[in-house]
């Protein structure tokens, strides 16, 4: 589950860093290249609640191995795409792929380790793999992007699926099914996902239509009704809903997940942003640029196991406010950033404390989210909040996208282009204090496992062979 993590993790960041020579290679414009992200992200979150009860229905094993496969196919052919059309497509075949397996994942997961200390140090080693995908992900998607082609941020993934294809299929054992209601709520995952793309696309868009122009606010109306007929249909549908809108009066699930958009929102356009920033105004290479990235995700890992330590004596609410709020200071002075700037002031002192903070909140988000939620909706649940996680990440960087375009304006110069880029960096670090509000206001107060609950930990372990 950790190697699938990673999986996940990595094609997050490796495409990032190859954005300008992908622009290049295939003739994207300054706008159009966001929809490499958008489409991952949407057709990722938009379908994650449809996996998530796939993978209750239909064997959590069957449906992370189905993901895998699709993830790899998806990777290949976006590795031979000839237009911007083909490659957009094949990164939200990508995420089609991710939504199946990454519930699967996260609800496995969550039933290997209900409770107590080997809770905290399961999602602990889960954070860590994920920061590591990130921290091998950008360097990978530097040294291949500069030295053999941009094409290989898409193919590096075939060899890593096939080899969590075969972990998968030999480490985890198949399960029963555990939800046995009615068929899942096809038109519902439609619904979502079509609605959340035109209110990405509406928002995206306003750099050719003003917000108060006819084709905006068409776009959004229409956005509007597809997300409100979502919610008239979770509510009336004959077949398992996609998603238990009883599930969210759990305060616990609906504070983890506001606080998940947020964050998603942020760290989404803060890598967006920041590799452009490295390559267009500072003029670094896509290799040193991955290699730049590195504290940051080594500060991730870092952030992880820093809670797990502190996470058997402080309580999670208690770390996502801490951690939301470092992140939110690292945001604060990345929004410093001079079109003259240097790597330890503008880049590597701000990533060290981001990164911290950002490490300490994936952990006890996944554990506050996932907890206490009754066993057939495990699925559901972790779908959930990967899906807030995703669709933040979605229209944060459309929204703080378009205003970092709005404030460069139509003159693209290195000074230009870091007002932009500070902007939206500035907007990210008021998203996270929200955040960290959030969770303060929001979640309630919880005790870290006790005494008799890490004794216990030797039973909540699994058998070895």
């Known amino acids: 589950m950790a190697v699938v993590q990673l999986t996940v993790s990595l094609d997050l960041s490796v495409v990032n860093v190859g954005l300008p020579q992908i622009a290049a290679g295939l003739g994207f414009s300054a706008v159009g290249l966001t929809w490499l992200i958008h489409a991952y992200a949407l057709s990722f979150g938009g379908l994650l609640l449809l996996g998530g009860k ?6 959590r094993k069957r449906v992370l191995l189905l993901g895998l496969g699709l993830f790899g196919l998806a990777s290949l052919v976006g590795g031979l795409a000839q237009v911007p059309g083909h490659l957009v497509a094949a990164r939200a075949a990508q995420g089609i792929g991710a939504a199946a397996l990454a519930p699967a994942a996260l609800a496995l997961l969550t039933e290997t380790f209900p409770t107590g200390k080997a809770r905290v140090r399961a999602f602990g080693v889960w954070s860590a793999m994920n920061a590591a995908g990130g921290a091998l992900g950008v360097l990978m998607g530097g040294l291949l992007t500069e030295y053999v082609s941009w094409r290989w941020v898409m193919f590096v993934n075939v060899p890593i699926v096939a080899c969590a294809l075969a972990l998968a299929w030999r480490g985890i054992a198949a399960g029963p099914r555990t939800a046995r ?4 709520d096809v038109l519902g995952a439609v ?22 122009s006819p084709v905006t606010l068409t776009t959004l109306a229409v956005a509007a009704v597809l997300l409100a007929a979502f919610i008239y249909v979770e509510r009336t549908t004959t077949r398992e809903p996609l998603v238990r809108l009883g599930l969210f ?3 616990s699930v609906a504070g983890a997940n506001a606080y998940n958009l947020l964050v998603g929102a942020a760290m989404a356009a803060s890598f967006y942003f920041m590799s452009l920033y490295l390559q267009r105004v500072l003029g670094t290479g896509p290799a040193l640029t991955g290699i730049m990235f590195l504290p940051f995700a080594f500060g991730v890992v870092a952030g992880a196991v820093l809670a797990v330590k502190l996470g058997y004596r402080l309580a999670p609410r208690t770390l996502l406010v801490i951690g939301g709020l470092l992140t939110a200071t690292g945001f604060a002075w990345f929004g410093l950033i001079s079109p003259d700037g240097a790597f330890i002031t503008d880049v590597l002192g701000p990533s060290i404390i981001a990164s911290v903070g950002f490490g300490l909140c994936l952990g006890p988000v996944v554990s506050i989210a996932t907890g206490g939620v009754a066993p057939h909706e495990a699925g559901t649940a972790s779908g959930l909040l ?10 944060g960087l459309a929204a703080l996208g378009t205003a970092a375009h709005h404030r460069t304006g139509l003159i ?11 902007f939206g960096l500035t907007l990210g670090a008021a998203l996270l204090a929200a955040a960290a509000l959030i969770a303060l206001t929001v979640l309630r107060r919880t005790s870290p496992p006790s005494r008799v609950e890490r004794a216990d930990d030797r039973e909540l372990l699994p058998a070895r062979d």
Do not use: C, H, K
Request: aromatic share 8%; proline share 4%.
């Open 181 to 184: 209601g009615g068929r899942p």
């Open 412 to 422: 693209a110069t290195p000074e230009t282009l870091t007002d932009g880029y500070a």
């Open 249 to 251: 009066v759990n305060r």
């Open 54 to 59: 796939a993978a209750d229905r239909y064997g």
């Open 386 to 395: 990967n899906s807030s996680r995703q669709i933040g990440a979605s229209l």
């Open 191 to 212: 619904l979502a996902t079509a609605g959340m793309t035109l209110l990405v696309f509406g928002v995206v868009r306003t750099d050719q239509y003003a917000w108060t």
